[in-house]
């Protein structure tokens, strides 16, 4: 399977506790997407990577999350000290580029989080 | 920042019929326009895309539509099918950049 990857699928963990979820883009895309989906809603913007380099953050992005793509090729995304609101379905996408045709994002299936 | 609105919320039709999902969009300075058809429990997948050069676009029974001056765009689904049903988002971007959705339209095609 050549698309983007996720794991874990699912994580169950209790409030307070930190949580690290890894997604391995398509090869040779240098942008990668982290998004947040609830129930009913749309994928919210979270960050974005042009390979290592972290471009943007959104508000949504409490000092409680942080990501790294390393080496410019997978992805983590950290949740420190979990809330109930945290649960939600966590979004990896990635892109080839900016223009062109070569800024479609295709999103992997996501890891569904649960805080108890 | 971007926000993007979408109409209507649900959609029922019959097998057959056509279906018209509607989006705004508040920055002008967007030029790129994907639609993503969500089933449940899966990821969001692309459907169809334009970009802010190009006022139509059509792959078989999908086309979408652009209107910068109103930054409006539309999906225009045909000859709707069972298969059809599904979570539809619509979504706006500065292109490479971060995907704005809209909070998506539930079309029900009933046979």
């Known amino acids: 399977d050549t698309g983007v990857s996720q794991n874990p699928r699912h994580k169950i963990t209790k409030r307070g506790q930190n949580v690290t979820f890894r997604c391995d883009p398509i090869?040779?895309?240098?942008?990668l997407y982290w998004y947040r989906q609830t129930l009913g809603q749309g994928p919210e913007f979270l960050t974005y990577?042009?390979?290592?380099?972290?471009?943007?953050k959104s508000r949504l992005l409490s000092d409680r999350f942080s990501a790294e793509r390393p080496k410019g090729s997978f992805s983590t995304l950290e949740i420190q000290r979990t809330e109930q609101g945290d649960s939600a379905m966590y979004l990896c996408?990635?892109?080839?580029?900016?223009?062109?045709?070569?800024?479609?994002?295709?999103f992997g299936p996501g890891t569904r989080l649960l805080v108890l | 920042g971007e926000n993007v609105e979408q109409h209507p919320s649900t959609l029922s039709v019959q097998e057959g019929d056509s279906a018209v999902i509607k989006c705004t969009y508040s920055?002008?300075?967007?030029?790129?326009f994907p639609w993503y058809k969500q089933e449940l429990g899966k990821r969001p997948q692309l459907i169809i895309d334009?970009?802010?050069?190009?006022g139509e676009k059509k792959d078989q029974r999908i086309a979408v539509t652009l209107n910068k001056t109103a930054k409006h765009f539309s999906l225009h689904i045909t000859e709707t099918q069972p298969e059809d049903s599904a979570v539809y988002f619509c979504?706006?971007?500065?292109?490479?950049?971060?995907?704005?959705f809209g909070k998506g339209t539930t079309l029900s095609v009933s046979s």
């Open positions: 996408a990635s892109s080839l580029g900016t223009s062109g045709g070569k800024e479609t994002q295709y």
């Open positions: 334009i970009r802010s050069n190009v």
């Open positions: 979504a706006a971007s500065r292109g490479g950049t971060a995907l704005i």
């Open positions: 090869s040779e895309h240098n942008r």
């Open positions: 990577f042009q390979n290592e380099a972290q471009l943007e």
């Open positions: 920055d002008s300075a967007s030029n790129y």
